[in-house]
């Protein structure tokens, strides 16, 4: 089971908002994720970590911002809202699986349901 | 670009029949293969994954898969589903020794009694 955590589960927010999705992990994983997910679609990776200080732009374009100031603790933050980012954003962190690291095991959050108006 | 095709968007089945989900992938190189599972209301879990060796992989609850490398594909399989197999089911792929997972668009299943 892992231990990874979003909060919140669910937001409705107006447009124009501020808003921070949280992310936390507790397993000391260095690297850590952010994947985008409408409805019958793929999930898109969107932002990356790979440690304190490390972020890196994913293969979606977004408008959202991360930090990584914490090994445990990686944030998104969209600073104005608008209804094109309703969506689904899942956390996920991860670490190696093999001893020849050959590879990686993500584990993911619940997610956070957004709804912008 | 890799990508990843599950051709099944939307599987029903009864009860003891047999599954299997299709999964193709499109690069030509090293990779691993992951088949990942998020049951209503929960978060995504890993149901099994290939590195490397037996091409036939075992995960839990029953489920396996079978690494075809001619045919670029990872289909998941199950002799008998339950009706707690219900859930949407996502193939991965990433590249060997990278970090970026590419996913399909999943397959929703749902069993009947």
């Known amino acids: 089971e892992a231990d990874i955590y979003q909060t919140p589960r669910y937001l409705v927010i107006g447009t124009g908002k501020k808003i921070t999705l949280e992310c936390s992990q507790t397993?000391?994983?260095?690297?850590m994720y952010w994947y985008q997910q409408d409805p019958g679609m793929e999930l898109h990776l969107i932002h990356y970590?790979?440690?304190?200080?490390?972020?890196e732009k994913g293969d979606l374009s977004s408008e959202s911002t991360v930090s990584r100031i914490r090994t445990e603790h990686f944030p998104l933050t969209l600073e104005s809202a608008r209804p094109s980012h309703t969506s689904q954003y899942l956390c996920?962190?991860?670490?190696?699986?093999?001893?020849?690291?050959?590879?990686?095991?993500?584990?993911f959050g619940a997610g956070t349901r957004l709804s912008v108006l | 670009a890799q990508s990843v095709s599950q051709h099944n968007h939307h599987v029903i089945l009864s009860e003891a029949a047999s599954l299997e989900l299709g999964c193709n992938y499109s690069?030509?190189?090293?990779?691993?293969l992951f088949w990942y599972v998020q049951y209503p209301g929960q978060h995504l879990q890993l149901l099994l994954k290939?590195?490397?060796?037996?091409?036939l992989v075992k995960g839990i609850k029953g489920f396996e898969a079978e690494f075809i490398k001619s045919k670029f594909s990872f289909n998941l399989r199950k002799p008998s589903v339950q009706w707690s197999d219900t859930a949407e089911y996502f193939c991965?792929?990433?590249?060997?020794?990278?970090?970026?997972?590419?996913f399909g668009t999943g397959t929703r299943l749902q069993v009947f009694p």
């Open positions: 690069y030509g190189g090293t990779v691993n």
């Open positions: 996920a962190s991860s670490e190696y699986g093999g001893g020849r690291a050959q590879g990686n095991i993500q584990y």
């Open positions: 970590s790979y440690g304190v200080n490390s972020t």
């Open positions: 290939y590195f490397s060796g037996d091409p």
């Open positions: 397993m000391g994983h260095d690297k």
């Open positions: 991965a792929v990433s590249l060997l020794r990278a970090d970026k997972l590419i």
